[in-house]
C-alpha cells in the first residue's frame, strides 16, 4: 500500500514535469531558437496586405493578436506570411495589438526578414521582447515535476530500510518519570 502512494507521487511528478516541458519548449525554447537563427536572414521589402486585430473568447477574458499579411519576393516569386513574430503563441491585450496593426498598415511597405534556405519562413519582427519571458513560466511546473518524481522516488526506495520491527525496539532500561508543569494553565 505505501508504495502505490509513491508510485502515484511519482507518475503525477512525471505528468507535471511533461506538461510544463512541453509548454516550455513551445512558448519559448522554439521561438527563442527561431530569433537566433533568423540573425542570418535576408531582409526584404515587403507589402502590408492586410491588417486587423483578431479577437477570441477564453477562460480569463478576451485575447487579442494583430494579425498582419504581408506579401514579398524571393527565389523569383511572390510568397506571403502572416508571421509577425516568433512568439505568436502568446496572445497580447488590444492596445498591443493595436499598436502593432498601426505599426503595419495595409498598402504600407515594409522590412521582413527571409530565411535564405527556404523563403516559406519570415517574419516581420525578430527582436527579444521582455513579455516573451512570461514563456519560462512553464518551468515552474517541470521543477515541481522533478521535485514530486524525486520526492517520490527516494521514499519508495528507502520506504524499508528505516522500518524498525515491533520486536527491534529499544525498551527503555529506567521506569516512567512523571513530568511536573512549572506554570499552571492559567
Known amino acids: 500500500p505505501t508504495g502505490r502512494g509513491h508510485r502515484f507521487t511519482i507518475g503525477l511528478g512525471l505528468l ?20 537566433l537563427a533568423s540573425a542570418g536572414w535576408e531582409a526584404r521589402p515587403c507589402t502590408i496586405v492586410r491588417s486587423t486585430v ?39 491585450g488590444r492596445s498591443e495589438a493595436r499598436a502593432t496593426r498601426d505599426r503595419y498598415k495595409a498598402g504600407a511597405t515594409s522590412t521582413a526578414w527571409i530565411d535564405p534556405a527556404d523563403p516559406t519562413r519570415s517574419v516581420l519582427e525578430r527582436e527579444f521582447r521582455p513579455l516573451y519571458l512570461l514563456g519560462l513560466l512553464p518551468l515552474l511546473f517541470l521543477f515541481a515535476g522533478a521535485a514530486l518524481m524525486r520526492f ?17 525496539r529499544a525498551t527503555p532500561a529506567v521506569s516512567p518519570v512523571a513530568l511536573k508543569p512549572q506554570l499552571s494553565p492559567v
Open 16 to 35: 507535471f514535469a511533461a506538461v510544463g516541458g512541453a509548454v516550455f519548449t513551445f512558448l519559448f525554447a522554439v521561438p527563442c531558437a527561431r530569433t
Open 54 to 92: 483578431r479577437s477570441w473568447s477564453t477562460d480569463d477574458g478576451t485575447s487579442y493578436r494583430a494579425d498582419v499579411l504581408y506579401e514579398y519576393s524571393a527565389h523569383g516569386r511572390d510568397w506571403r506570411s502572416n508571421r509577425v513574430t516568433f512568439f505568436s503563441a502568446l496572445s497580447t
Open 152 to 168: 517520490g522516488w527516494r521514499k519508495l526506495h528507502a520506504g524499508g530500510a528505516h522500518e524498525v520491527r515491533k520486536s527491534e
